[in-house]
Structures are given as C-alpha cells and as structure tokens.
C-alpha cells in the first residue's frame, strides 16, 4: 500500500511543479487518496464543528498540488496544457478531460 501514499505525498512536495510529466497511476493514487481525505473531514466535520473550516481550508488548498499535478498528466499523455480548459465546457467538458486524463502514457 506504499504506492498510494507516496503519489499522494508526491503530489503535495511537487505542488508548484508544472514541468516533467505524471503517470497515470500517480495521478488517480493522488485523486483517490485525496478524495478519501475530504470524504473524512467531511464526515468529521459533521461531528465536530471544528473539522468545518478545516475542511473548507483543506478543499481550497488542495487545488495548489492538483492543479500542476493535471497539467503533468495531460503533457504525460501528450497533449498540451491548455486542453485543461476543456472542462470549462458546459456538460461534456469534464467528460472530455476525464477521458483524456485516463488515456495511457505517450513514451519519451
């Protein structure tokens, strides 16, 4: 179970990182872990008021990894950085970013 927690903390020490390129794998590693991580403040959050803000703060800072972390995957997948703003399109954008973030590893 070392994979998962290494992409997640991978993704956090490259956070500022736009060059070079991430797997596939260390891209959903990072995703789940992340959303595993949300899911349980939210659930604490319930519980203990506390956890509210922790969790609003969790929800916005991780947008500081994820964000380089995606740029480096659609690169590893080969195409460019601008097709982030795909998922700005109404209905089938998010799809269409799913799908080319899903897409296996050009070599080199």
């Known amino acids: ?10 993704g956090w020490q490259r956070a500022f990182d736009y060059e070079g390129r991430t797997n596939r ?5 990072f995703v789940l872990a992340n959303l ?16 509210r803000a922790l969790t609003n703060i969790y929800v916005i800072a991780q947008i500081v990894p994820h964000l380089p972390l995606t740029i480096r995957r659609l690169r590893d997948s080969g195409k ?7 998922s700005l399109v109404p209905l089938i954008g998010g799809i269409w970013l799913i799908v080319l973030l899903v897409q296996a590893s050009i070599p080199g």
């Open 80 to 86: 460019p950085w601008p097709w982030i703003f795909i």
């Open 1 to 10: 179970m070392a994979q998962p927690i290494d992409a997640y903390v991978s």
């Open 36 to 51: 595993i991580v949300v899911v349980v403040l939210l659930v604490l959050s319930g519980f203990i008021e506390a956890f």
């Open 25 to 29: 794998g260390d891209y959903w590693w």
